[in-house]
């Protein structure tokens, strides 16, 4: 028995997946980027030292995306901040 289609009233339209964006750059992909790039050449005992004003959002949602981009990586990194600055480092395993 051949199926017939009915016309069924959707609640939101439809696009091909051929025109669909490949992959997700979140908003603090640039940021992250940067941060895991100097991560990889910073020399033990020393840390990062970024003006809190430079951060394309809150030092704690920036936190939380390094956290899971080290994490996804296995790298171990503490931060911390202060009134002006955000700081990030290497910590020992």
Sequence with gaps: MPTTKKNVARNFKTVSQEDLPSGRNG???DIVGQLLED???LEPGRAMKI???ELPDSKENV???LNRATRKRNMQVA???DDGYFYVWKSKP
């Design 27 to 29: 908003k603090h992909h």
């Design 79 to 81: 931060t911390s901040s």
């Design 63 to 65: 936190r939380s995306a």
């Design 39 to 41: 991560l990889e050449h």
């Design 51 to 53: 003006p809190l004003a």
